[in-house]
């Protein structure tokens, strides 16, 4: 099969149990929680998305024709350091189109693989990291994995029922009000005062946007 992808790029991880490790990040283009569309984000289930996942325009970006073209554009942007590859597959929602010619042709150049989904679809234990990001008011099927994040607040968010779930790291995250300034006070705020009262919870921050990372 074909991939769209929105981008493709080197960075740090900003978020969770891997903040600040050098990554590759591959983020394809379309999500089932939302079209990407300003016009559908007040009737989406998920209307809080702070990324731009729509087309194929983005740095790296493109239509390709199979798995082995996507390893080695990403080993490319790695660059010719062998030790230790490390990818982030992102989106949108990447279990859309992740498969496992895809996998298998990632590991075949080297790389560790983490995935950030929402969780509304099956991930492969073959990924070698798997970060689930709920949504209030979408059915999450996957409830096992490395680490569970959760983007606070969210109402109706059956967060008491996640802390069963079968993930190693539980952490909550800040929810991005873009232009916002008094509702990310407000939100950090509150996921603060969160991981204080339940402390199987840990903060997690989006720190490239701290540090002006992509």
Same mark, same amino acid.
């Given at each position: 099969?074909?991939?769209?992808? @929105?981008?493709? #790029?080197?960075?740090? +991880?900003?978020?969770?149990?891997?903040?600040?490790?050098? &990554?590759?990040?591959?983020?394809?283009? /379309?999500?089932?929680? =939302?079209?990407?569309?300003?016009?559908?984000?007040?009737?989406?289930?998920? +209307?809080?998305?702070?990324?731009?996942?729509?087309?194929?325009?983005?740095?790296?970006?493109?239509? #390709?024709?199979?798995?082995?073209?996507? &390893?080695?554009?990403?080993?490319?942007? =790695?660059?010719?350091?062998?030790?230790?590859?490390?990818?982030?597959?992102?989106?949108?929602?990447? $279990?859309?189109?992740?498969?496992? !010619?895809? %996998?298998?042709?990632?590991?075949?150049?080297?790389?560790? %693989?983490?995935?950030?989904?929402? /969780?509304?679809?099956?991930? *492969?234990?073959?990924?070698? =990291? %798997?970060?689930?990001?709920?949504?209030?008011?979408?059915?999450?099927?996957?409830?096992?994995?490395?680490?569970?994040?959760?983007? =606070? *607040?969210?109402?109706?968010?059956?967060? @008491?029922? $996640? +802390? !069963?779930?079968?993930?190693?790291?539980?952490?909550?995250? *800040?929810?991005?009000?873009?232009?916002?300034? @008094?509702?990310? %006070?407000?939100?950090? +705020?509150?996921?603060?005062?969160?991981?204080?009262?339940? *402390?199987?919870?840990?903060?997690?921050?989006?720190?490239?946007?701290?540090?002006?990372?992509?």
């Amino acid at each position: 099969m074909s991939y769209a992808v @929105k981008e493709m #790029f080197l960075t740090l +991880q900003g978020e969770g149990v891997h903040c600040g490790r050098r &990554a590759v990040f591959l983020r394809f283009s /379309g999500c089932n929680l =939302w079209t990407g569309l300003e016009k559908d984000r007040s009737s989406a289930v998920c +209307q809080f998305c702070d990324t731009d996942f729509v087309g194929m325009d983005g740095d790296g970006g493109g239509r #390709f024709v199979d798995a082995n073209a996507i &390893a080695e554009s990403v080993t490319a942007i =790695w660059g010719r350091s062998e030790t230790r590859r490390f990818i982030v597959i992102t989106g949108g929602e990447p $279990m859309l189109q992740v498969d496992d !010619e895809l %996998i298998d042709a990632l590991h075949d150049h080297g790389f560790e %693989i983490a995935i950030e989904s929402n /969780g509304t679809l099956a991930v *492969p234990r073959s990924i070698d =990291w %798997i970060c689930i990001s709920p949504k209030a008011g979408s059915e999450t099927v996957q409830k096992s994995g490395d680490e569970l994040k959760l983007v =606070w *607040p969210q109402s109706n968010s059956a967060w @008491k029922e $996640m +802390q !069963e779930w079968d993930f190693a790291h539980h952490l909550i995250q *800040p929810m991005d009000a873009r232009d916002d300034e @008094k509702a990310n %006070i407000a939100n950090l +705020q509150s996921a603060i005062e969160f991981v204080q009262t339940n *402390p199987k919870w840990r903060l997690s921050l989006q720190t490239h946007k701290i540090l002006g990372l992509a």
